[in-house]
Each structure stands twice: as structure tokens, then as C-alpha cells.
């Protein structure tokens, strides 16, 4: 009963701050008590795993090879380097994947696994003969919005997608919700979440305790195609009633903060974090809503995905 023992103390002014401080303790609660988040690395792991798994070879001694064949790669993005991350090979022993094209004297048709992202989309840089046992794989991680794939010549050419999309062949979701045993549990077309909540712990309740700030956000891609600045503008002009305002930081105010002191500076002032998307696609979220959560902040969020889900 944490909430209605805060809640005696409100005096109306600060009436406002009660009230999203029931939020934030309902909201914490819920994820941080009975839920453990993970960061996308998880799901690039795992997707290479998944493909091994689904392809087929008539031994399943065989060793299958999966070629990643676009320049940049969400693959290599992950690791923030030019090599393939030993990790990222195939978790169980059978698999080789690797972004050299020249394995098998550039003879791509002997690769089981062709990987593609949206750069296929806007070059067509594509392998010249394919054979029907090949699978090629459609990866995204940019909204659908952004990087459209619905012109008909891509129709039938990628046999699996390996996408946020919920409804891919392959998830690569932007991060991933696990139980306390461990077991993924989001995010999932049907998803239940946890109706028996444990209570605050008290080291929660003291970073709570020391925020003063209503919300912060961080934002780098000024003029996004979601509106999200204008949204952000109306809804400033409402909070300013309640003597509440919206910090911005980042390259388009010009207040900036490196990564390690924005964290430090969301979770020691900040209530919310605003996660906003820059375009609405369905089940486009990414690790925005990660970054309040990490920060003990509640995130709000806009965009285009089922979020309860
Ligand atoms: C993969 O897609 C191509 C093009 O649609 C098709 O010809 C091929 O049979 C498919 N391969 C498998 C194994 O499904």
C-alpha cells in the first residue's frame, strides 16, 4: 500500500506529481519486480541459431553455410565493429556464417542461406544465379515505414524475414522480456502479462524518492515523419499548466549529453522518459522503451505498435 500512503501526503498542488508517482509505482512494479529486459544482441544470436535450425539438409551432421550478404549489417552494427562477432557464429556446432563472399570461389548458389537487409531494396545489388534448395533471407530492423518493401519485383524473392515484425519467420525483435525463471515471455501476438505484482523493492524506492523532474527526452533525428515534435510541442503547452515541462536533449536543442551521463541524469531526476519512434509501423519498437526502464524512468511512448503486447 506504498501508493495511498503517498498518496495522504499530496498536498492539491503537488497533486499532479501523486498522481504519476501511482504510475510509476504501478509501472515499475510490474517490470522491474517480475520481469527482466533484455537488449536486441539476444535476439541476433539467436536468429542465426533459428535459421540453422530451419534449414535442411539431408544429414543433420551437415555443415550449413549462411552467407551474410549485405555490405552493412545489423549483424555487424550489433558488435560495432568490421568482424563478424565469434559469438554471432552458430551457436550449435554445424553452421558456418560469414560475409565472405569468396568461400567457395564466389559460387554463391553453394551457400544454403542468403541474408539480405533493406539494402537490397534500394540498390538490387543481388547474387546473379540462385538454385531452388537456396533460402534467402529478408533482415530488417528499420520501420517498414522508412524502408518500404511492397514494390512488386521483390515479390517471391525472399523465401523467410527475419524482422520486429511480430508475424516474421525469424523474430529479431529490439529487445525482449524474459520472467524471472528466465523464459522469454515478450513480445508474443498473445501476450499475458503477470497479474500478482511483488512489491517495491526499497532500493527502487529510494531512486524514486530522489527524482524531481517530470520527463526527459533524447532525441537525435530532428525532424521526424511521425510528428513526434509536433506532438511533443502541444503537450508541453498543457504540462505548463501543471508547472511541468518536457526536457529535451540532443542534437536538435543543442542541450547534449554522451550516453553514460543522459542514463545517470534520467534515473537520478526524471519520472518519464519520452519514447518516442520516429515513424509508426506495426510492432516497430525500439530500444527507446529500454532506455526508461533502465533508468528506473516510466517510458511514454508513440508509435505505431500494439504495446501491450
Ligand atoms: C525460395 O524462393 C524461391 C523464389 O520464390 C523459390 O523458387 C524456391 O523454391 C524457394 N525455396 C524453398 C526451399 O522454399
Known amino acids: ?182 523464459a522469454i515471455v515478450a513480445p508474443r501476438t498473445t501476450m499475458r502479462w503477470q497479474r500478482s505484482l511483488r512489491p517495491v523493492d526499497s532500493k527502487i524506492k529510494t531512486i524514486l524518492a530522489g527524482k524531481s523532474k517530470a520527463a526527459a527526452w533524447l532525441v537525435s533525428h530532428c525532424k521526424a515523419d511521425s510528428l513526434r515534435d509536433e506532438y511533443l510541442t502541444r503537450l508541453q503547452e498543457h504540462l505548463f499548466h501543471f508547472a511541468l515541462k518536457i526536457d529535451v536533449y540532443g542534437k536538435c536543442t543543442h542541450v547534449e549529453c554522451t550516453r553514460g551521463d543522459c542514463d545517470e541524469m534520467i534515473k537520478k531526476d526524471y519520472y518519464f522518459y519520452m519514447a518516442f519512434e520516429n515513424s509508426f509501423a506495426e510492432d516497430y519498437v525500439t530500444e527507446k522503451v529500454l532506455h526508461g526502464y533502465e533508468n528506473y524512468a516510466v517510458p511514454i511512448v508513440y508509435g505505431g505498435a500494439n504495446y501491450s503486447r
Not at 498536498?11 to 506529481?17: A, C, E, G, R
Not at 542465426?48 to 530451419?54: A, D, P
Open 1 to 182: 500500500m506504498v501508493y495511498l500512503s503517498n498518496l495522504s501526503k499530496c498536498t492539491l498542488k503537488s497533486m499532479v506529481y501523486c498522481f504519476l508517482l501511482i504510475i510509476i509505482y504501478v509501472s515499475l512494479h510490474s517490470l522491474f519486480e517480475n520481469y527482466i529486459l533484455n537488449f536486441a544482441y539476444h535476439s541476433a544470436t539467436n536468429s542465426i541459431f533459428s535459421i540453422t535450425k530451419r534449414l535442411r539438409k539431408p544429414q543433420s551432421s551437415d555443415l550449413k553455410y549462411i552467407l551474410l550478404w549485405s555490405k552493412y549489417s545489423h549483424y555487424i552494427q550489433f558488435k560495432g565493429g568490421k568482424v563478424i562477432h565469434p559469438s554471432l557464429k552458430c551457436s550449435i556446432s554445424n553452421c558456418v556464417f560469414t560475409k565472405d563472399k569468396g568461400l567457395f570461389d564466389g559460387d554463391y548458389t553453394r551457400f544454403d542461406a542468403v541474408l539480405f537487409n533493406e539494402e537490397i531494396l534500394l540498390t538490387g545489388n543481388k547474387p546473379e544465379r540462385r538454385v531452388p534448395l537456396q533460402i534467402y533471407v529478408f533482415n530488417a530492423l528499420e520501420s517498414s515505414y522508412t524502408v518500404p518493401a511492397c514494390k512488386p519485383k521483390h515479390d517471391g524473392f525472399f523465401n523467410w524475414t527475419l524482422t520486429y515484425r511480430l508475424d516474421s519467420d525469424i523474430l529479431w525483435s529490439y529487445f525482449i522480456v524474459r520472467n524471472l525463471k528466465g
